[in-house]
């Protein structure tokens, strides 16, 4: 049916107008689907399906799209909403290949938290790939294997982080240098390899060893003061 009453034009269903709202377009121009109305644009082609244009002149955001949870009674741990990335695989099944996924994790007035969850297919699971929460910012949170790496200008491997063998390795040697067992952080280049600790003209730098119940069982310290230039060794934190 259609409604042309109070200056809105709405289309629902049913025989009396208006009574089962699913579009409206109010004075203002502003369209409004629902309040259970869902919308599929469908393209046989490769074209944009959907295009969003702003031609406002000024400085502000423009074009905006904005996904409002609108709850009536929202909670800590509500989803507010997710954006994903479905195909098909080789059985004509449908996959979520990408997915965005956001929540509230503390809805207190004037303490409001969010948590973001980045997620893709990795050998057949879902697996988050980067979680942004409120204490932390945390690559590969599910502990798969699954590596970490930056490069620089000169170097594909300037940060490296092995997730199947568990080590850090700054500049990783193309030669594929094999560390010794145990190790957790390395230091690998195909030419010389350097690792400096540097601090003011009057500090001292140190090395320490231990455990979890002693952070300083072994110390090895320079002193950069000048004329006092030493090294020093020590044994049980003394």
Avoid: C, W
């Avoid at 269903?13 to 203002?28: H, V």
């Avoid at 074209?47 to 909670?75: H, W």
Wanted: no cysteine; charged share 20%.
């Amino acid at each position: 049916g259609l409604d042309d009453s109070a200056d809105d034009l709405v289309f629902g269903k049913g025989s009396t107008l208006g009574t089962t709202q699913a579009m409206a377009i109010d004075e203002n121009m502003d369209v409004a689907f629902g309040p259970t109305t869902n919308v599929t644009i469908t393209n046989d082609g490769n074209e944009d399906t959907l295009t969003l244009v702003s031609t406002d002149a000024d400085a502000s955001a423009g074009p905006s799209l904005m996904l409002f949870r609108n709850s009536s009674s929202p909670a800590d741990s509500d989803r507010i909403g997710t954006i994903t990335y479905r195909g098909k695989n080789d059985a004509a099944e449908n996959v979520d290949y990408i997915v965005y996924d956001s929540f509230i994790v503390d809805a207190s007035d004037g303490t409001e938290d969010a948590e973001l969850d980045i997620r893709t297919m990795v050998g057949g699971s879902e697996t988050t790939r980067l979680l942004f929460d409120p204490a932390e910012t945390v690559f590969n949170e599910a502990s798969s294997d699954i590596d970490f790496r930056v490069e620089s200008n000169g170097s594909a491997n300037m940060l490296f982080v092995d997730g199947g063998n568990d080590e850090v390795v700054v500049q990783r040697a193309s030669s594929g240098a094999t560390a010794t067992a145990g190790s957790v952080f390395i230091v690998e280049d195909d030419d010389n390899a350097e690792l400096s600790i540097l601090g003011g003209s009057s500090s001292l730098l140190a090395l320490n060893f231990g455990h979890s119940g002693d952070a300083d069982d072994g110390i090895i310290t320079y002193n950069t003061t000048s004329g006092s230039e030493a090294f020093g060794f020590s044994v049980g934190g003394g």
